[in-house]
């Protein structure tokens, strides 16, 4: 039995504290402007709230004239198991609640202490239902108290934050967390980091907060109160628009200072002890980085063109090692642009390297940042959304955007770091390029894509990615003024097909024109009719507009159907999708059949293309002069999103010119596609360039003074051509490799299982094989563990036959597209101790896993890519037509590399150790498995085994 007379002490005390130092009630339906804050955390044995759960901690932090007031803390006998995921994620066990008092016995006193204050939770809709739930089931009443989130207010404050929990809040303000999922060590954070976000509120401009206050009724139960109490302490004083902002048209955006350049030189330290005396206070002396300062810097200073090759191993810090004699080059003033392989990559760049740069460097550069204009926030449009209805969460995401535009420089809206971008928002707001800028519009000389148009003239290094540089090569390049360095070269060849792929939708073609006509020329509602007795537009215009969509709207359904009769075979497909290559030689004669039709299709598109920039241009003039009326305005927003749309997707239209058909038929593959048996199925034609060669080079290096190649998987031993022919280089290209710093035959251990079944002859007997050999490496073995797969579906497999025998109730298995995004898969799996990772495609390589964070890597199976893709296909074809060998030229260097990549998971400090183990007997049973064995370092020590010794070369390694 719980002690009463503790119980009713503990009442006594903290209501009677509470009351002491409360100064005001609620009033008026609305917080109080001095409120008590109740910071409250609960551990439950569950998340149901079906009566199947009970609390076992309960928590509250009173807070009150900015400051911790109080604390009430007790554990909670649930009289039920508590599972054994919630004693590991809280560390509290039956033991610590056996003597604890039951919540029926601690109802009242946690009811009285909560009354009359404001209710505060990190994650409000969790903690306030739950407990209210509990308090009925005892035979109180629900609370009706006020309540705030903060998980809402840290969005909305803190928008570019990569995650929104506890922890890491904590961490980031350094508030000490002792005891995460503790409900006492939460309670204590979320109650700090509630005084830090209100202090943020308090900050907030006049403006903002009253745009905040508009929107508060979206908010989680009282959370927009917070906005109104701020703004009416605001509104008793004189308040102006900070120095770092400006008001555009009622929003606030982030001054952009501009930078005055000044003539400045500073020579590069070439020698050792140069370098140290400038580096060493920041970074770690690696003397392979040194020397790689040193030949970067060379080639860069060279009168003439120059293409390098740098292969740079891992842990070499080659980021830093090409990144500083660029920006010494950079004083020349040419300027160097860096191109790596994704966006996520450039962010990595601007927010770490370039930081760490300008404390390191005796001298100021500029930098730009180019990405494509998607990434970009469209103000105009951003500030529509503004004025119109919506739901909850977009009203939450606009409060984080208006917050966010008051801190970006760039408008880039990676910096928000969502894993997704699933809210129709992003839709409407996205930049659309250059080709939407209107000078007239209010937002023009703000605008982020035309703020980077003009920093491009002065920058000393841009930073870009690879799907840009193929497209923007040319403005890149300043007319061979700049100078060239892709790192993560290896990816640069795959980027540029996929940017060289295009479709034609005849379907799609054919909806957008529908839609298109049926908003012109409605009879019941606002049309173009309309906007003529407006007289924005003349009768004249309105049919040309109408002409121009029935001419494609009528032509593109008699191409498809010609094109459907002339190359689809449907008896020749038992599936359900059919795909084939065209020759290339009996689509040229289809398209010259058809050229009156094409042709006529193409000069529409292109009056269309005139008629919506004139639109535009007077839609902003109208506008400014109130010439239209507000359904006006909204039709032409909508009408003009719909044709920018139709235009958008015409665009590829020109793949049918028999000039450019010609130009690159010995590059190009077209095929057809349409899936079979469905009711409105999308015929498409595709049009894929399928190899490099006589690409890159005259249309993205040609436009830059040098070129350097920088990576960690660039050189293959036994295929010294593959990634130059990938790459478009002459077989003559310059290859410089620097020496590695990891001592893998320390570090590291390479197991190649002999004995395993040959996949190619028994799927079904290897996935058996596969399934126990985990099972048996798992129960034995308790470190981190990455399984690399090459398809979802066997780890689907894997994971059913893990789950089948128990495993993962045992150990915690990871699995991508069965546990989580890839994201909360690697997030989840750096956090937990001994979890099992299961996957594919994106995980053999750009992970970074150092030290104890992965120590077994296994590879279930030699990653060889599938012949029948049609793109394969037809570079095999081309290979075959050389009379040269598509396996040993293609197949087997394109696995060699991503085994060389799948390996570098492994290793990625001198500290790390750890073993690889390769399941696929084909490495060594096979001819070509001792070139395939070449793609791991030379110093790797490896050990042909049978499976049954894998136990005992685990143990001795780890023993050593």
Not at 269 to 292: C, G, I, V, Y
Not at 789 to 805: A, R, V
Request: net charge positive; glycine share 4%; with cysteine.
């Amino acid at each position: 039995m719980p002690n009463i007379r503790l119980l009713d002490n503990i009442r006594k005390k903290y209501i009677c504290d509470k009351i002491a130092f409360r100064v005001c009630e609620k009033v008026g339906g609305t917080m109080s402007p001095a409120p008590i804050y109740a910071v409250v955390d609960i551990e439950t044995t569950g998340t149901a709230m079906d009566g199947s759960n009970r609390i076992i901690q309960f928590s509250c932090v009173l807070v009150k004239d900015n400051k911790i007031a109080n604390i009430f803390n007790t554990m909670v006998n649930p009289l039920m198991k508590i599972p054994e995921e919630v004693q590991q994620l809280t560390g509290i066990t039956p033991k610590d609640v056996r003597k604890a008092p039951l919540f029926d016995d601690l109802a009242g006193t946690i009811y009285e202490l909560l009354q009359g204050t404001v209710f505060v939770a990190h994650n409000i809709n969790f903690d306030y239902r739950f407990l209210n739930t509990e308090l009925e089931r005892c035979g109180y009443p629900s609370l009706e108290i006020d309540g705030i989130d903060t998980v809402q207010l840290s969005q909305i404050l803190l928008p570019t934050l990569p995650s929104y929990r506890l922890a890491y809040l904590g961490s980031y303000l350094n508030i000490v967390h002792s005891h995460p999922h503790r409900a006492d060590s939460d309670a204590s954070v979320t109650a700090q980091l509630l005084l830090f976000l209100l202090k943020q509120i308090e900050n907030l401009p006049i403006q903002l907060l009253e745009q905040a206050v508009r929107f508060r009724s979206s908010l989680l139960f009282q959370t927009g109160e917070c906005f109104l109490n701020a703004l009416r302490l605001k509104q008793k004083n004189a308040n102006v628009v900070p120095d770092y902002l400006e008001n555009v048209s009622g929003m606030l955006l982030r001054r952009i200072e501009k930078n005055i350049k000044f003539d400045q030189s500073s020579k590069f330290p070439r020698t050792d002890a140069e370098k140290k005396k400038l580096f060493l206070n920041f970074l770690n002396w690696r003397k392979a980085q040194s020397e790689m300062m040193n030949r970067v810097f060379a080639i860069l200073s060279q009168s003439g063109s120059e293409r390098a090759i740098l292969e740079a191993p891992t842990g070499l810090g080659k980021t830093l090692g090409y990144m500083i004699p660029a920006a010494y080059a950079s004083q020349a003033g040419k300027g160097t642009v860096i191109s790596t392989a994704t966006t996520a990559l450039q962010t990595q760049l601007l927010e770490q390297v370039i930081p760490l740069m300008r404390q390191i460097l005796p001298f100021e550069f500029e930098v730009a940042v180019f990405k494509g204009s998607q990434n970009y926030i469209d103000l105009g449009k951003f500030a529509r959304t503004l004025k119109q209805v919506q739901n909850s969460q977009t009203r939450l995401l606009q409060l984080r955007l208006l917050v966010w535009l008051t801190i970006t420089k760039t408008g880039d809206l990676t910096e928000l770091h969502l894993t997704k971008y699933q809210n129709p928002l992003f839709d409407e707001i996205r930049h659309h390029g250059p080709a939407s800028l209107d000078s007239s519009d209010t937002f023009y000389s703000v605008d982020f894509v035309h703020r980077q148009q003009l920093l491009e003239k002065n920058a000393d290094l841009i930073i870009t990615n690879h799907a840009y540089l193929v497209r923007h090569a040319a403005e890149l390049g300043g007319l061979k003024k700049r100078d060239l360095i892709v790192d993560e070269a290896q990816h640069l060849g795959e980027i540029a097909l996929k940017n060289n792929r295009d479709v034609i939708d005849f379907d799609e073609l054919k909806i957008l024109c529908d839609t298109l006509l049926v908003k012109m020329e409605s009879k019941v509602s606002f049309s173009l009719k309309n906007l003529s007795a407006q007289h924005f537009l003349t009768i004249a215009e309105s049919k040309e507009i109408i002409k121009k969509v029935q001419l494609i709207d009528q032509r593109i359904p008699k191409l498809r159907d010609k094109l459907y009769k002339r190359f689809v075979n449907e008896t020749l497909f038992t599936t359900g999708f059919y795909e084939e290559t065209l020759r290339l030689d009996k689509f040229f004669g289809f398209v010259k059949e058809n050229l009156g039709d094409i042709k006529q299709i193409s000069k529409a598109a292109f009056s269309l293309q005139r008629i919506f920039k004139q639109l535009t241009i007077r839609f902003s003039n109208f506008k400014a002069e109130n010439r239209i009326d507000r359904t006006a305005e909204e039709f032409l927003y909508d009408f003009c999103s719909q044709l920018q749309g139709l235009i958008e997707s015409l665009k590829t239209w020109e793949r049918l010119s028999l000039d450019e058909l010609e130009e690159l038929s010995t590059e190009i593959l077209v095929s057809i596609s349409l899936p079979l048996h469905q009711p409105g199925a999308h015929l498409r034609l595709r049009f894929s360039l399928f190899r490099t060669k006589n690409f890159l080079e005259p249309n993205v290096y040609a436009n830059f003074k040098h070129v350097l190649f920088v990576g960690a998987s660039l050189v293959l031993p036994s295929s010294p051509y593959y990634m130059l022919d990938q790459l478009d280089l002459a077989h003559e290209t310059q290859v410089i490799s620097f020496k590695g710093i990891f001592d893998y035959r320390k570090q590291a251990l390479a197991l190649l299982v002999a004995d395993a079944p040959d996949v190619s002859q028994n799927a079904s007997e290897y996935t058996e094989y596969i399934g126990k050999t985990l099972e048996n490496i798992i129960l034995h073995n308790k470190r981190r563990m990455m399984v690399l797969f090459n398809s979802l579906t066997m780890i689907q497999k894997i994971y059913d036959h893990l789950k089948e025998t128990g495993i993962t109730e045992k150990r915690l298995v990871l699995a991508q597209g069965i546990t989580g995004s890839n994201e909360k898969v690697v997030k989840s799996f750096k956090l937990a101790e001994s979890a099992i990772l299961l996957g594919s495609g994106a995980f053999w390589e750009g992970i970074d896993l150092p030290k104890d964070k992965l120590e077994l890597l296994v590879i279930t199976r030699l990653p060889f890519q599938s012949p029948d893709t049609l793109l394969n296909r037809a570079k095999y074809s081309l290979i075959e037509k050389q009379g040269l060998n598509s396996f040993t030229e293609i197949a087997l260097p394109e696995t060699m590399m991503r085994l060389k990549q799948g390996f570098g998971r492994l290793i990625r400090t001198p500290e790390d150790k750890g073993v690889l183990i390769v399941l696929d007997s084909r490495v060594i049973s096979r001819t070509y498995g001792s070139r395939l064995r070449t793609a791991f370092p030379e110093e790797l020590p490896v050990r042909i085994v049978e499976t049954k010794e894998l136990e005992t070369y685990l143990h001795s390694f780890w023993q050593k």
